[in-house]
């Protein structure tokens, strides 16, 4: 046996513990139509229904608008886990969605880059 073995396997971070899946009662597609681009923002008004802790942390980002990737960033979760949890905000009342305000294509590669770019910043 070497000495690697004999270590207990511990996780510093605990917010990898829980699966995404777990996240989202095990559901993988919104029920509204998301995309990367896609803004919310929270409605001000009180949810409908009990809302999980996952759900009121991402209602709290979206405070002002922001894009779904932004939330999804700040969450430190996969895409498809903010979709789930923004689409069930938006069922409950509390976030409101629109397309982005701009004409620019969201295929562009240099609007990708920049979203990244910011993306990234604000995360450091």
Do not use: F
């Not at 995404?20 to 409605?43: C, D, I």
């Not at 969605?97 to 910011?118: F, H, I, Y």
């Amino acid at each position: 046996m070497s000495a690697d073995e004999d270590e207990p396997l511990v996780d510093d971070d605990p917010e990898r513990l829980i699966r995404p899946y777990t996240l989202t009662g095990g559901r993988t597609h919104p029920k509204h139509e998301l995309n990367l681009v896609s803004m919310v923002r929270a409605t001000l008004r009180t949810p409908r229904g009990h809302l999980d802790p996952e759900h009121s942390q991402t209602l709290r980002l979206c405070r002002e608008a922001v894009s779904v990737a932004e939330v999804a960033a700040k969450l430190k979760q996969p895409l498809q886990v903010a979709k789930v949890l923004l689409s069930d905000l938006i069922d409950a009342g509390a976030v409101t969605t629109r397309a982005p305000a701009t004409s620019a294509d969201p295929a562009d590669r240099e609007l990708l880059e920049a979203l990244l770019d910011g993306l990234q910043q604000q995360l450091r």
